[in-house]
């Protein structure tokens, strides 16, 4: 309930003015008091009615309340008053105007407690509304006290309840919305600008524009007392891609240009290389020709079963008390010859006393190596790239392999000062020791063979073996490498396209300039599929050689220390015959030292063994076409290889140091020549030939002896030249063997049957 206030002082008379006003301050007095009684009481019991918690149903209505104090009205009765207060004595204006002054503060001292009451949001603008009211409404009486607006308080708690249900609402919503932080966005992306942005911001935009002004002042003249030298204007193109390559005048007059003819570059370098190589070879022969001492030397080493012979210059400084472990011979390139170096049985230089030589020579050149190779370990095998001379491969002690490429510049590699000469050794290229340990070999290696194919054989070479054509960019092939435990791994070679001389740091085995690397392909092991039942009382078996089929390089063949050799592909297929035996039974503790393919494409091979056994395979059967025991009188054959320019010819070696030359249109049943090497022993034996050159075709022993010299024998013209129909003859003579022996098999069957 709301209690509207309402206090007015009239004045009646003038007489009775003293008392009306004092009663006017009494009664005033008393409705003070009561108001600040109410007002106090309303506060109390609204405090107790609305606790605390129930702030929010509590509905203010401050806003509502106008206070009044009626100076409108005053203002308007001032007229009057003036003229009674002319009237009226002096002590009853003062009196009077004390009491208007006790009411005025009365009434101030009324709104400061209503206002109090009902602080909230809005009162200064519910009080102008509340004065604009009461100025514009005539008929209101000029009254002092507090009024209730219920209309603009029925509105205003309409939109607080609204407002409320709205809060209430957005609350609840608020905790079953969930923020999505899983993407975000640029808004805004400003790169940095640069030095000339900058300055065309911050100058380009006031009239100002940039010029280039030349002001002609390098062009001063001078008097000197010399005379004027006389010029002339030419011109040039390189390389010159017509025949106008030069000219010679200011006014570019075409007749005084020079004419050069086109040059086929690649072509003369190749040209000029052979012509350098045909002019080496004659110049040693030469310098043969005019040392009596080298010529007596090369003709007291010539032996029975030679025309001629030569020696290879092993009185080097660095060769010096060095013997010849290995000799192996180009396939491809028949001049060439690799010899590897033990170490020195005296100390002689530092660097190279506790380092393995390799060197390539050329035979036709043999006062000294093409190159000269180091490696750290002891090399047991070694083989050239199939293709071409400029590439050999080796294998270590240690069971790693290196490869050195012999178009290096020598600048790269050790500089080593001997005799007053300059001598360079090259170290590898690149080695798998102690970066490829998850494939690499774990025994020593004891063969290593390249993956030949058929192209390679189409291709045509000029005579040096390290001319420019072999500069064959992406160059990829085949390697394969066989250790004694019968891990037979296979290598990429890659070239690669360009030379880093400062070293790669993912090829950690590729020397700094180097561009041969190689990449581990495949690895077959050999000793589950070799090993046997009956061979478990000779325990682990292991692999000593192995070759690849030359008309089919998938197919390989494997020589073990049981004496019999292992069939098998690349790709694990499945083949047959798997093994090849010898003619004895059972298996015997005879190691197969040496094997070798037919290079006129025949599927035949040959077998060498420690007992001095020789056989003779067919690729379609298990047992040999013939076997020859007692040729070697039971010395071990340490190297045999197929004559490469007659089709029936081979030649062998053995320990005792003698060499056999077998003729099977000759001779099946053994040896037609034989030729002991005495006094210094035979160590190491390779074959050399031409087959293409019908009429100066070739057949060469390249022999390491004991003490470390090398000689090459040309053998005699019968033994070199094929005969006439000679492949057609040895065909005939293999199947007649390979009649033979089937026969001998199927009466040996037959024998078992009835004795069974």
């Given amino acids: 309930m709301y209690f509207h206030t309402h206090m007015a002082v009239r004045e009646h008379s003038h007489d009775d003015g003293s008392s009306v006003w004092k009663m006017a301050q009494r009664q005033g007095s008393e409705e003070s008091v009561e108001v600040e009684k109410e007002d106090s009481d309303v506060e109390n019991a609204g405090a107790e009615e609305y606790p605390a918690g129930a702030e929010d149903d509590f509905v203010d209505y401050e806003d509502d309340f106008e206070v009044c104090d009626g100076d409108d009205d005053d203002s308007n009765n001032e007229p009057d008053s003036q003229e009674k207060s002319e009237e009226l004595l002096p002590a009853q204006k003062r009196e009077i105007q004390e009491i208007q002054r006790a009411i005025n503060a009365e009434n101030e001292r009324i709104g400061e407690l209503s206002s109090k009451l009902f602080l909230k949001t809005?009162?200064?603008?519910?009080?102008?509304?509340?004065?604009?009211?009461?100025?514009?409404?005539?008929?209101?009486?000029?009254?002092?006290?507090?009024?209730?607006?219920?209309?603009?308080?029925?509105?205003?708690?309409?939109?607080?309840?609204?407002?409320?249900?709205?809060?209430?609402?957005?609350?609840?919503?608020?905790?079953?919305?969930?923020?999505?932080?899983?993407?975000?966005?640029?808004?805004?992306?400003?790169?940095?600008?640069?030095?000339?942005?900058?300055?065309?911001?911050?100058?380009?935009?006031?009239?100002?524009?940039?010029?280039?002004?030349?002001?002609?002042?390098?062009?001063?003249?001078?008097?000197?007392?010399?005379?004027?030298?006389?010029?002339?204007?030419?011109?040039?193109?390189?390389?010159?891609?017509?025949?106008?390559?030069?000219?010679?005048?200011?006014?570019?007059?075409?007749?005084?240009?020079?004419?050069?003819?086109?040059?086929?570059?690649?072509?003369?370098?190749?040209?000029?290389?052979?012509?350098?190589?045909?002019?080496?070879?004659?110049?040693?022969?030469?310098?043969?020709?005019?040392?009596?001492?080298?010529?007596?030397?090369?003709?007291?080493?010539?032996?029975?079963?030679?025309?001629?012979?030569?020696?290879?210059?092993?009185?080097?400084?660095?060769?010096?008390?060095?013997?010849?472990?290995?000799?192996?011979?180009?396939?491809?390139?028949?001049?060439?010859?690799?010899?590897?170096?033990?170490?020195?049985?005296?100390?002689?230089?530092?660097?190279?006393?506790?380092?393995h030589l390799l060197c390539v020579w050329d035979i036709w050149q043999p006062s000294g190596p093409q190159k000269v190779l180091i490696c750290e370990s002891k090399v047991t095998c070694c083989c050239f790239s199939p293709f071409k001379a400029f590439l050999l491969f080796a294998g270590t002690v240690h069971g790693s392999v290196v490869t050195w490429d012999l178009r290096e510049n020598s600048r790269i590699h050790h500089y080593i000062r001997l005799s007053d000469c300059f001598w360079t050794f090259r170290t590898p290229t690149f080695s798998t020791d102690g970066i490829l340990t998850s494939v690499n070999h774990r025994s020593p290696l004891q063969a290593i063979e390249p993956v030949a194919t058929s192209v390679y054989k189409k291709q045509s070479f000029v005579l040096s073996p390290f001319s420019a054509k072999e500069e064959m960019s992406g160059l990829s092939f085949h390697i394969a490498s066989l250790d004694e435990s019968g891990v037979l791994n296979v290598w990429v070679v890659v070239e690669l396209p360009k030379a880093d001389i400062a070293g790669s740091m993912s090829d950690l085995g590729l020397i700094p300039g180097g561009r041969i690397k190689l990449v581990h392909s495949a690895v077959i092991y050999l000793g589950d599929s070799i090993s046997r039942k009956d061979s478990e009382f000779w325990g682990d078996t292991q692999t000593l050689s192995f070759k690849f089929l030359p008309s089919d390089p998938n197919h390989f063949i494997v020589g073990t220390d049981l004496g019999i050799i292992s069939h098998g592909t690349r790709q694990d297929l499945r083949v047959s015959p798997k093994l090849f035996k010898p003619q004895q039974r059972g298996v015997r503790p005879v190691k197969v030292n040496v094997i070798d393919f037919s290079p006129f494409g025949e599927p035949i091979f040959l077998a060498g063994c420690a007992d001095g056994s020789i056989r003779l395979h067919q690729l379609m059967s298990e047992w040999p076409l013939a076997q020859w025991d007692g040729s070697t009188e039971g010395h071990a054959v340490t190297s045999l290889q197929w004559s490469p320019t007659r089709p029936a010819v081979f030649l062998v070696q053995d320990d005792a140091s003698r060499v056999y030359i077998w003729d099977l249109l000759e001779s099946d049943l053994g040896p037609v020549a034989k030729q002991p090497i005495s006094p210094d022993r035979l160590v190491a034996m390779t074959v050399m030939g031409e087959p293409e050159k019908a009429g100066s075709s070739f057949l060469a022993l390249v022999l390491a002896r004991a003490s470390g010299a090398i000689d090459v024998q040309y053998l005699k013209r019968q033994w070199t030249t094929p005969e006439a129909d000679e492949q057609s003859r040895l065909r005939l003579l293999l199947q007649e063997a390979l009649w033979e022996e089937g026969c001998s098999r199927s009466d040996e069957h037959c024998q078992k049957s009835v004795f069974t």
């Avoid at 009254?143 to 708690?157: E, L, N, P, Y």
């Avoid at 000219?247 to 003819?261: H, I, K, L, Q, Y």
């Avoid at 190589?277 to 003709?299: C, F, G, H, N, T």
């Fill in 122 to 355: 809005g009162r200064m603008e519910s009080e102008k509304e509340s004065w604009a009211d009461a100025n514009n409404s005539p008929s209101r009486a000029p009254v002092c006290g507090i009024f209730v607006d219920f209309a603009t308080a029925s509105h205003r708690q309409k939109s607080r309840s609204q407002a409320l249900k709205q809060k209430t609402r957005s609350a609840k919503l608020l905790r079953l919305i969930d923020l999505d932080f899983s993407f975000t966005f640029s808004l805004l992306d400003l790169p940095p600008i640069n030095e000339y942005d900058m300055y065309i911001r911050n100058f380009g935009k006031k009239n100002t524009k940039q010029a280039y002004v030349q002001y002609n002042e390098d062009n001063v003249e001078r008097e000197i007392q010399t005379e004027d030298i006389e010029t002339r204007e030419v011109w040039t193109q390189h390389p010159g891609e017509s025949s106008l390559v030069s000219g010679g005048s200011e006014e570019r007059v075409v007749s005084d240009a020079t004419v050069v003819p086109k040059i086929n570059t690649p072509r003369l370098s190749s040209f000029l290389r052979a012509a350098c190589q045909v002019v080496a070879v004659l110049l040693e022969e030469d310098r043969l020709a005019a040392e009596p001492s080298w010529s007596l030397r090369a003709e007291d080493s010539t032996l029975c079963i030679s025309d001629s012979s030569s020696q290879l210059n092993t009185s080097l400084p660095f060769l010096q008390n060095r013997k010849v472990s290995c000799l192996h011979a180009s396939r491809v390139q028949r001049q060439m010859v690799v010899s590897i170096h033990d170490l020195p049985e005296k100390a002689f230089a530092p660097l190279l006393d506790s380092k």
